[in-house]
């Protein structure tokens, strides 16, 4: 069946997301092929069994493969099923949302075939924008919209490279980007004056942004552009069009002051959606617990297990909340996934199931 087939749903009154997040194994970009023997049907399963209405899956994780067969992009090695397409059409039977996921700014493939492009490192913010790097990454958007169905792409790190990998040394593609948008020759020194690099920085992102909206106007003007920040009080998106054009904007962050910020960055019919777990100081069950948070869109993401899955839904549920807590990661994502359940699913916080 094809993924057109089954009618596309709504979009809902209030967003209740989550991702099972590829991208990291262990603190570092999961491998090429972990996790490449995914079901969908588990992992739809799963998603909604947690009550969420809006799946976000991975078109191209941070390791550079895609997460679909037959596409410009490169597959996971040994993707046993047309995972993305088949989460797309799965999620439509069952009444939600899926979306898939693009890092603008890290893609571990990226450096292997275009070393003179991109810094050396696996687990940050390492590609400048050149013309090369935005016509790769808005083909692939294009590209993935239009095989897989999908109703909308997530946008993560919209940002330049990393201060600390060019200290050794701007790339020469990277200086001759600077060039190209600020009209100035690179410094000598090897290092812009911090005016010149913001205006750099502000025009390097902006142009990301304007080919990413045009990539998605291009095949499918419907598809929703979500966009996630982790801090809006970076100079480098002051003012920026992406904040204002996004059509859903999340904090990832846990604190309320960034929420507040980017709702006034916002444009005025973009959506703003708060993460409530991913991150240790998450505390999902005191934020859920407050009325004033209950009628938020919402998201959460958490690193699989094994099996490519968290805990399962039955086992978040059959435990008080608080028996997840621990000093980890890990536990600090069940923990709060434990609360996200019970919200998602109109629980009260204390219920345990039998």
């Known amino acids: 069946m094809s993924p057109a087939a089954v009618q596309r749903p709504g979009i809902p009154k209030q967003i209740k997301s989550f991702c099972i997040d590829f991208n990291w194994q262990g603190g570092k970009f999961a491998p090429p092929g972990h996790w490449a023997d995914a079901s969908p049907a588990e992992h739809v399963a799963w998603y909604e069994g947690l009550g969420a209405n809006v799946i976000q899956t991975f078109a191209v994780s941070c390791n550079g493969y895609a997460w679909y067969k037959g596409g410009t992009v490169e597959p996971q090695p040994g993707l046993k099923h047309n995972f993305l397409a088949d989460v797309v059409n799965l999620a439509h039977k069952k009444g939600m949302l899926g979306m898939a996921y693009f890092c603008a700014a890290a893609n571990s493939k990226w450096i292997v075939d275009h070393p003179d492009l991109s810094y050396d490192s696996h687990n940050t913010m390492h590609i400048p924008f050149t013309d090369e790097y935005l016509d790769y990454l808005a083909a692939s958007i294009i590209d993935a919209i239009r095989k897989t169905g999908m109703d909308g792409t997530m946008i993560d790190w919209v940002w330049n490279p990393a201060n600390f990998l060019r200290e050794k040394g701007w790339l020469p593609a990277e200086q001759k980007l600077f060039t190209q948008l600020t009209g100035k020759p690179f410094p000598a020194s090897g290092k812009p004056a911090p005016e010149d690099k913001l205006e750099y920085d502000r025009k390097a992102i902006d142009r990301c942004w304007a080919r990413i909206k045009e990539a998605r106007d291009t095949a499918n003007p419907k598809c929703v552009l979500w966009l996630c920040v982790n801090d809006f009080t970076k100079p480098s998106i002051q003012g920026s069009p992406m904040l204002t054009e996004v059509d859903w904007l999340m904090s990832e962050s846990p604190d309320a002051k960034q929420f507040e910020m980017g709702r006034h960055m916002a444009g005025g019919k973009t959506r703003m959606i708060q993460n409530v777990v991913g991150w240790e100081k998450h505390d999902a069950k005191s934020f859920l617990s ?35 807590k621990g000093n980890d990661k890990r536990s600090a994502n069940n923990y709060n996934i434990a609360a996200l359940a019970r919200f998602y699913r109109g629980m009260a916080m204390d219920a345990v199931s039998q």
């Not at 938020?296 to 086992?315: M, Q, R």
């Open 290 to 324: 407050n009325p004033l948070n209950r009628e938020l869109d919402l998201y959460g993401f958490a690193e699989p297990g094994d099996n490519s899955l968290p805990l399962s839904i039955s086992e978040y549920l059959q435990k008080p909340v608080d028996a997840f």
